[in-house]
T-cell receptor, first 112, second 116 residues
């Protein structure tokens, strides 16, 4: 089936690390993505990971993939107020056509 | 400069009207998409075109008709607008052809459609 789940809210203090979690159901999914949406704005591609990888790091962002548990996480180090946004996890539908299945999004609130 | 651009950014209209949203990408991508984001921020794909050919058509009312005059443009025409059509509509594009390419999708800034 096609289902991606995320917790809806996360609140962190500025300077702390944020960890946003996601679970997906399609074990054949080849790519998993993280997108960021700031208020009133479009979707910004943050990073993505191929299913044969366990980890990917890109500056303050670390993506961890546990394929056995179908669990994906995004860690943001030294979280800043500018990181406040909705973060969407998405998987590629394994049936083809590059169809993205999105989670409901996690609202990250960063407070002083 | 904008890679995927949509017009208009905001669209306010009355129930029953017909409206169009335009999308253009200057990335040289082969595939374009339309997504709908509802009031709860849930995103769902509507259509996808690869080189002007329709390849994804989710369960969308036939009041919605996409048109791709060339591979850099994908427009969305909506007939007889209903209250439930109020949403943010996002256009996206990706490199790669065929049914099984997995290239990342790049999104436009969205068109906020409000039906009165």
């Amino acid at each position: 089936g096609e289902d991606v789940e995320q917790s809806l809210f996360l609140s962190v203090r500025e300077g702390d690390s944020s960890v946003i979690n996601c679970t997906y159901t399609d074990s054949s999914s080849t790519y998993l993505y993280w997108y960021k949406q700031e208020p009133g704005a479009g979707l910004q591609l943050l990073t993505y990971i191929f299913s044969n990888m366990d980890m990917k790091q890109d500056q303050r962002l670390t993506v961890l993939l546990n394929k056995k548990d179908k669990h994906l996480s995004l860690r943001i180090a030294d979280t800043q107020t500018g990181d406040s946004a909705i973060y969407f996890c998405a998987e590629i539908f394994s049936g083809g056509y590059n169809k993205l299945i999105f989670g409901a999004g996690t609202r990250l609130a960063v407070h002083p | 400069d904008t890679a995927v651009s949509q017009t208009p950014k905001y669209l306010v209209t009355q129930m029953g009207n017909d409206k169009s949203i335009k999308c253009e990408q200057n990335l040289g991508h082969d595939t374009m998409y339309w997504y709908k984001q509802d009031s709860k921020k849930f995103l769902k794909i509507m259509f996808s075109y690869n080189n002007k050919e329709l390849i994804i058509n989710e369960t969308v009312p036939n009041r919605f008709s996409p048109k791709s005059p060339d591979k850099a443009h994908l427009n969305l025409h909506i007939n007889s607008l209903e209250l439930g059509d109020s949403a943010v509509y996002f256009c996206a594009s990706s490199q790669g052809q065929g049914a099984y390419h997995n290239q990342p999708q790049h999104f436009g800034d969205g068109t906020r459609l409000s039906i009165l």
